[in-house]
């Protein structure tokens, strides 16, 4: 089996300090709780920016700002979203991708999420694609249903992209596919030939979830953007906590657990 690969989704879009308080905002704070978790295991920091006051958005001075505050500090495959927060424009949401990241998100279909409805037409998709490849940015296909492994084979067999593919299967948001251990094992059937997979659960989806991809061979994000709980009743402290529990959970059923170098190589990122 490949060496697990731990993504830490610090912040995401719609987390707030009063849900939990401990929530990275500022590029500083990012940048923070990103060596913390790389310390504790993780290989890819999956990143949001919010304004100081905590709004969501996807202004590239401030990804800058926080890709170089990460590096100064560690060493981890830094992720930007180009989901951004619903209601974005296209635009908006692809500018951090400009800054040529090593990885950006990239999802794979519109959906209900939560009480909104998150959109992604395919013409946007398509461009998202390009923009990609052009800058050489590797991207993570976001999977929230059934229906996006099925658009993304679509995409690769008609050329525009090129496999093996990385993909995250985004399980227990409201509104999409159920968090459930009958939902990733059928998403795992349906995967292109030669992905890789992570899972990122939702809520109290989130730990089953990691253990059934840490035995089955998948990947893992764990982090506040997902889930801000350690335990039913208790809060994480931080985002280090919860990647740090993973790693231990891989380690006791003997899963080493990947270095970002040792991520590049299994996802082919050139660096
Ligand atoms: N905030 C969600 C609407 C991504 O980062 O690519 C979309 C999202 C996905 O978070
Ligand atoms: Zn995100």
Redesign the pocket.
């Known amino acids: 089996m490949d060496k697990l690969i731990i993504t830490a989704a610090l912040t995401?879009?719609?987390v707030t300090r009063e849900q939990q308080p401990a929530l990275p905002v500022t590029p500083d704070e990012i940048a923070r709780a990103a060596e913390e978790c790389a310390a504790a295991g993780a290989a890819i920091v999956?990143v949001?920016a919010r304004y100081p006051d905590g709004t969501p958005t996807q202004d590239k001075a401030i990804y800058a700002e926080i890709i170089e505050k990460i590096r100064a500090r560690c060493d981890v495959i830094v992720q930007v979203?180009?989901?951004?927060?619903?209601g974005m424009t296209a635009a908006e949401r692809l500018a951090p991708v400009e800054l040529r990241p090593e990885m950006a998100?990239l999802?794979m279909g519109s959906v209900n999420?939560g009480d909104d409805v998150?959109l992604n037409p395919p013409a946007d998709m398509e461009h998202f694609l390009h923009t990609m490849k052009e800058l050489r940015v590797k991207p993570e296909f976001?999977i929230f249903d059934a229906g996006m492994l099925h658009s993304l084979q679509r995409w690769i067999n008609k050329g525009v992209v090129a496999g093996p593919v990385h993909v995250d299967l985004v399980l227990g948001v409201p509104g999409a596919m159920a968090g459930t251990p009958e939902s990733l094992m059928f998403l795992r059937s349906q995967l292109p030939h030669g992905a890789t997979w992570t899972v990122a659960g939702i809520g109290a989806a989130q730990l089953p979830l990691a253990a059934m991809a840490i035995a089955l061979g998948g990947h893992v994000r764990v982090g506040f953007?997902d889930n801000v709980w350690f335990r039913k009743g208790e809060l994480a402290t931080s985002n280090a906590q919860l990647v740090a529990r993973i790693a231990r959970i891989a380690r006791e059923i003997e899963r080493a657990v990947a270095t970002p170098g040792e991520a590049r190589a299994l996802l082919r990122i050139e660096s």
């Open positions: 995401g879009a719609e999956h949001h979203s180009t989901g951004g927060a619903v998100t999802s999420f998150f976001e953007e």
